[in-house]
């Protein structure tokens, strides 16, 4: 089983419309979370951090439920620019070794 | 946010060949650095963890005399890919935690795309 897994997509969204995806995480013990968005052939960028029982940052939500191992993104009237890969980041400890995740594309249409 | 930057950001070497990436934190001290590759499709695959001033750290199946990685200041990380194969040809990121408890936030340089040829 993989550390941290990810629905690989694509999500296909139109303008406007709200879209939402998990990640699981194997480690029960695992210490922190984050979402990052990754553009084709460029590097990871912090999305967000996911410290506690979820944080929302103007459209994008993102929520952790400790008890069943997964965290979600949710992207409320998504734009054109909100297409990417959004990979799912798990601290397991606090040496700072990320877990990633393989990536959830997303694709908004016009 | 933290600014980490990677030079060259593109290098094309032949086979056989060693290429040095430098991987420098600009605003902020970085004790700790990750150096990463990750192949088309694929997730970021962890390579190493470099400590300033220590020997680095190496992930299960990365030979450490094939990517030496020197970290010799708080800013500066270098990863050598010494006698450079096609295999070899991957996206090369590296990442800054920096200093400080409770700050498990890695900030990513842009990249360095190797191509051997």
């Known amino acids: 089983r993989k550390e941290v897994e990810q629905d690989p997509g694509p999500f296909n969204v139109p303008e406007g419309a709200t879209v939402a995806f998990n990640c699981t995480y194997s480690n029960s013990a695992s210490q922190s979370f984050f979402w990052y968005r990754q553009d084709c052939r460029k590097e990871p960028k912090l999305l967000m951090s996911?410290?506690?029982s979820g944080n929302e940052d103007g459209r994008f939500t993102a929520q952790l439920n400790r008890a069943s191992q997964y965290i979600s993104l949710l992207i409320r009237d998504s734009k054109l620019s909100d297409s990417a890969t959004y990979l799912c980041v798990v601290n397991p400890n606090s040496w700072g070794k990320l877990q990633f995740g393989a990536g959830t594309q997303v694709v908004v249409t016009p | 946010g933290a600014v980490v930057s990677q030079h060259p950001s593109r290098v094309i070497c032949k086979s056989g060949t060693s290429v040095k990436i430098e991987c420098r934190s600009l605003?902020?001290?970085?004790?700790?650095m990750f150096w990463y590759r990750q192949f088309p499709k694929q997730s970021l695959m962890l390579m190493a963890t470099s400590n300033e001033g220590s020997k680095a750290t190496y992930e299960q199946g990365v030979e450490k005399d094939k990517f030496l990685i020197n970290h010799a200041s708080l800013t500066l990380s270098t990863l050598t890919v010494t006698s450079a194969h096609p295999e070899d040809s991957s996206f090369y990121i590296c990442?800054?935690?920096?200093?400080?408890?409770?700050?498990?936030?890695?900030?990513f340089g842009p990249g360095t795309r190797l191509t051997v040829t």
């Open positions: 996911v410290y506690s």
């Open positions: 990442s800054a935690r920096t200093h400080g408890t409770g700050s498990y936030e890695q900030y």
């Open positions: 605003d902020f001290q970085a004790t700790t």
